[in-house]
C-alpha cells in the first residue's frame, strides 16, 4: 500500500512561558509620555511564499511507459503528504517509497503492460496545501515483444544442443539483446551467436557441452527496447543438464551406423541411406524430437500418387529426428530389411535394425549429434534442424559466411 505521509509542525503564538511580564505603572505615578513620532511609521509587507510545484514523471496524458521504468514525483517546494498510484481499471496501488527530505516519491514495484494508471499527490508549503492529478498508459499490447527458448526447464539433453531463442517481433537492437544473454555452466567454454533471421537467434559453445553438467540460461529481456519501439515483456531462465556423451557416425562407405558412448564404442548397425535421387545430406546433425512411432506420408515430400518414388503411408518405428526438412534415424521398412549394409534406398533417412532404431531412440535423446560423411552430397543447411556444428566457431556470428551446403 501506499501511503506516503509528511509530519507537519504546530508552531504556539504568544509570550515564552518564562519570560516575565511587564510592570504595570502604579496609579499614583505620573505616566510617563512618550514622543511623538517625528514621521509616519513605514507599512511593514507581509512575507510572500509560493505556492508548491510539483512534478510528475512520466507526464500527464504519456502512452507507450516503458514499465519497468520508475514513475517519480517531485516537490520542488514543500513536501508531499500524499501519492497513490493506481490501475485505472481497479486494482492495488503501486507500491513505493519516499524521501528522507519528504520531497521525493518513486515507484518501486513493475507496472502492468497495456494498461492505464492514475495518479493522485497531494503536497503542503507555506503557501499551503495543494493536490493533483497525472494519468499515463504503459506498452500497448501490440508493442510487447516475448520470447521462448527450446529447452525445458530441468530437462535433460544431449551434449550438441544448441539455444535457440524466438522472438515475436523483430529485433532491431541484436547487440542489446545479445548482452542480454546470460549462459553458466556446462564447461563454461566462450560460445558464438548467430542470428538466423530478425527473430532466430541462436548460441552454441565453442565445443559440445560437458557431459552429466548442468547449464543455466537467463535472458533479461523485460523491460528491453529491441528496436521500433518494441519492449521486453518478460524475463526468461532455464535450467538443464546434460546425460552422457552420446555421438554417432553414419559412413557411406561402410554403410555402418557406429555409436559411441562417452567416447567408446557402443555398438555398430548396418544402415541403409538415401537413394541416388533422394541422397541423404552430410554434416553434423542434432536430433530434434524422438518417438517410438511416427506417421510417414509420400505427400511430405510432395510427392503425388503415380510418383516413381511414392510410397504407402506407414508408422515408421522408433524415430529421431535430424532435420525439419524430414531425415530421420527410424528402423527400416521389411522391404529395405534385406539391403542393410549393402544399398541406399530411402528418401535420405538413416534406416536401421529394429535393435538399431530401438538402441538410438532408447540410448540417445535430443541434443545428440549424429554425423554423416560419404554421401557425396552437401550438408543441410544449418537451419534445417540444428546444423550449427558444421559452422566453424571463428565464422558462426558472421550471418553470410556459408559452408558445404
Same mark, same amino acid.
Given at each position: 500500500m501506499t501511503a506516503l505521509l509528511a509530519t507537519g509542525c504546530a508552531h504556539a503564538s504568544g509570550a515564552p512561558s518564562g519570560e516575565a511580564a511587564a510592570t504595570a505603572p502604579s496609579a499614583s505615578a505620573p505616566a510617563a509620555s512618550l514622543p511623538a513620532p517625528s514621521a509616519p511609521a513605514a507599512a511593514l509587507e507581509p512575507a510572500t511564499t509560493a505556492p508548491v510545484e510539483v512534478t510528475v514523471a512520466p507526464v500527464d496524458a504519456s502512452v507507450e511507459h516503458n514499465p519497468v521504468e520508475p514513475v517519480v514525483v517531485r516537490a520542488e517546494e514543500g513536501e508531499l503528504t500524499d501519492v497513490v498510484l493506481v490501475p485505472a481499471p481497479g486494482g492495488a496501488p503501486v507500491p513505493g517509497e519516499l524521501s528522507a527530505d519528504g520531497r521525493t516519491w518513486t515507484s518501486t514495484g513493475v507496472l502492468a503492460f497495456d494498461t492505464p494508471y492514475v495518479l493522485h499527490?497531494?503536497?503542503?508549503?507555506?503557501?499551503?496545501?495543494?493536490?493533483?492529478?497525472?494519468?499515463?498508459? $504503459?506498452?500497448?499490447?501490440?508493442?510487447? /515483444?516475448?520470447?521462448? +527458448?527450446?529447452?525445458? *526447464?530441468? @530437462?535433460?539433453?544431449?551434449? #550438441?544442443?544448441?539455444?535457440?531463442?524466438?522472438?515475436?517481433?523483430?529485433?532491431?537492437?541484436?547487440?542489446?539483446?545479445?548482452?542480454?544473454?546470460?549462459?553458466?555452466?556446462?564447461?563454461?567454454?566462450?560460445?558464438?551467436?548467430?542470428?538466423?533471421?530478425?527473430?532466430?537467434?541462436?548460441?552454441?559453445?565453442?565445443?559440445?557441452? $560437458?557431459?552429466?553438467?548442468?547449464?543455466? /540460461?537467463?535472458?533479461? +529481456?523485460?523491460?528491453? *527496447?529491441? @528496436?521500433?519501439?518494441?519492449? #521486453?515483456?518478460?524475463?526468461?531462465?532455464r535450467s538443464f543438464s546434460t546425460g552422457a556423451e552420446h555421438y554417432a557416425r553414419v559412413d557411406d562407405a561402410t554403410k555402418t551406423l557406429t555409436a559411441y558412448v562417452d567416447g567408446e564404442v557402443a555398438a555398430t548397425f548396418p544402415v541403409t541411406l538415401g537413394n541416388p535421387d533422394w541422397p541423404s545430406t552430410t554434416g553434423r546433425k542434432v536430433i530434434m524430437e524422438q518417438a517410438p512411432e511416427y506417421l510417414f506420408k509420400a505427400s511430405s515430400l510432395h510427392l503425388q500418387p503415380g510418383d516413381p518414388h511414392w510410397y504407402d503411408t506407414f508408422w515408421a518405428s522408433n524415430v529421431s529426428r535430424l532435420t525439419a526438412s524430414g531425415e530421420f534415424v527410424h528402423q527400416a521398412l521389411p522391404s529395405a530389411m534385406p539391403v542393410l549394409g549393402i544399398a541406399n534406398v530411402s528418401h535420405g533417412c538413416v534406416g536401421m535394425p529394429p535393435e538399431g532404431a530401438r538402441f538410438i531412440h532408447d540410448v540417445f535423446r535430443p541434443g545428440d549429434v549424429v554425423e554423416i560423411v560419404g554421401t557425396g552430397y552437401p550438408q543441410a543447411d544449418p537451419d534445417d534442424g540444428y546444423g550449427d556444428w558444421n559452422i566453424p566457431l571463428e565464422h558462426y556470428a558472421d550471418e553470410s559466411w556459408t559452408g558445404d551446403w
Open positions: 499527490w497531494s503536497a503542503a508549503s507555506g503557501a499551503g496545501p495543494a493536490a493533483g492529478t497525472s494519468t499515463f498508459t $504503459t506498452v500497448l499490447a501490440a508493442h510487447e /515483444v516475448d520470447a521462448r +527458448l527450446n529447452v525445458v *526447464d530441468g @530437462g535433460v539433453y544431449g551434449t #550438441g544442443q544448441i539455444l535457440e531463442f524466438s522472438f515475436s517481433e523483430p529485433v532491431v537492437h541484436k547487440a542489446a539483446v545479445e548482452d542480454a544473454v546470460t549462459v553458466e555452466g556446462g564447461g563454461d567454454r566462450a560460445g558464438a551467436f548467430r542470428w538466423y533471421s530478425d527473430t532466430t537467434l541462436r548460441y552454441r559453445p565453442a565445443e559440445r557441452w $560437458t557431459p552429466h553438467s548442468r547449464i543455466t /540460461v537467463s535472458l533479461d +529481456l523485460l523491460g528491453l *527496447d529491441v @528496436g521500433r519501439g518494441m519492449v #521486453g515483456n518478460h524475463d526468461l531462465r
